[in-house]
């Protein structure tokens, strides 16, 4: 079974020689690079999109908990 990165490796090699004009295989290290700066974005991207998911929900948690509050009598 593939990994993620094998596959972001596969699907990238047209890519890369349509960007740089050279074939995957004729710099492999330039391209490990490529392929290596690619995935790292993505799973950047991956983790600041679960943060803010997380901040959006503790801060609905924090106005529903500032309702409630305000409905309890003193």
Known sequence: MATNFD???EKNKAEFKK???VD???EPQLYLSYI???Y???LTE???N???QISAMQKETH???QHISKKLPE
């Open 7 to 9: 596959r972001t490796f």
């Open 19 to 21: 960007k740089f004009g």
């Open 24 to 26: 995957w295989n004729a």
């Open 36 to 38: 290596q700066s690619i």
């Open 40 to 42: 790292i974005s993505t």
């Open 46 to 48: 991956i983790a600041n």
């Open 50 to 52: 679960g943060l803010g």
């Open 63 to 65: 106005q529903l908990l």
